[in-house]
């Protein structure tokens, strides 16, 4: 297994402001945006994130990556415990592991060109000879679409499709082997989309990388990746591997995703069952995280939060409903 996450746990503090409800403390809210999350990844292989905003994606693929430390659980790469590094050592493990973020417009310094951009990734990590960098950044620009003479110009020349594209080229820069997408199209025009995300597919199967693609969107997350985590509450409710279609969803939240729309969009939670746009601060304190809008609750629902349960070839779903926990047996 490459890369392996072991009950991940990361809690952030928020000042309460005016708006808090009469008689809560204004002091400081501790909020759980991630609550013993685990997942695997074999090599070459791609694993789609889905969930609604708030449910913990982002906050997964940052302590994945280690740009935040997770307060308890591990990550382990090529079973050596990134979590446990110093400081240098964690710097030459993390080139192994490369973020594209949403915002292809906040992710490169203006004040660089495309190339210069590209060669201080090269140099940093000193991938190639000095001599050899005006070529390397060439073919990184070449391997994502862009021209060679882009390493000239600097990112305010480029549309927002262009810009991820070189963002993606600057990942790519490390020579990384897992390449996490963080809602790499959600901040583009639906036709400019699709090429992003077949630029993704292509790069994949060239370069043998193994993906964890993040997005609110069920259908577009089995587009890139064949096996898929469902998220809530920081939580993984429910993996749907390879072979298994969407449609045979077993968890309520994941079926509530499908059944919605023929797409997931974010704004499909806000029109449904008063829900707070704050998801975490909505979450019970027990039991399982998505009792109150769940149309199957049933008594161990409010005390016990589910374990996952795989209920067949690596179908994995944390639901009492589903699994029958206490009797051993899955539900119909």
């Known amino acids: 297994m490459l890369l392996v996450a072991e009950h991940l746990t990361k809690t952030y503090a928020h000042r309460r402001g005016w708006s808090t409800p009469p008689g809560r403390d204004r002091g400081r809210d501790v909020r759980p945006a991630l609550a013993d999350a685990s997942l695997s990844l074999e090599r070459g292989e791609s694993i789609g994130i889905v969930g609604e905003s708030g449910s913990g994606k982002s906050t997964l693929a940052r302590c994945l990556a280690l740009l935040d430390r997770p307060d308890a659980g591990r990550v382990l790469l090529d079973g050596v415990e990134l979590t446990r590094l110093g400081a240098g050592s964690l710097r030459r493990s993390r080139r192994r592991i490369q973020v594209v973020f949403q915002d292809p417009y906040s992710s490169l310094n203006p004040r660089l060109t495309v190339g210069s951009a590209l060669s201080e990734v090269l140099l940093v990590h000193r991938l190639v000879p000095r001599h050899r960098i005006g070529r390397r950044v060439a073919e990184l620009l070449d391997q994502v679409g862009m021209p ?155 005390d016990v939060d589910p374990p996952a349960v795989d209920i067949g070839h690596g179908h994995l779903v944390a639901c009492h409903y589903v699994t029958n926990s206490y009797g051993g047996s899955a539900r119909a």
């Not at 746009?277 to 998505?290: E, K, Q």
């Open 148 to 302: 060679a003479r882009a390493a000239d110009r600097y990112p305010s020349d480029f549309s927002g499709g262009q810009r991820q594209r070189i963002c993606v080229a600057r990942a790519l820069a490390a020579e990384p082997e897992v390449l996490i997408a963080d809602e790499p199209v959600s901040a583009l025009d639906v036709s400019i989309q699709a090429q992003i995300l077949n630029l993704l597919a292509d790069l994949r199967t060239q370069l043998a990388l193994s993906v964890i693609f993040i997005s609110h969107d069920l259908y577009v997350v089995r587009y890139i990746a064949p096996k898929i985590g469902v998220m809530f509450g920081g939580r993984i409710v429910e993996v749907l591997p390879e072979g298994v279609p969407l449609e045979q969803a077993r968890h309520p939240y994941t079926q509530a995703l499908l059944n919605s729309r023929s797409r997931l969009d974010p704004g499909w939670l806000a029109e449904s069952r008063d829900l707070a746009t704050d998801l975490t601060s909505s979450l019970p304190a027990t039991g399982c995280p998505f009792r109150e809008r769940c149309p199957r609750v049933f008594a161990p629902c409010r």
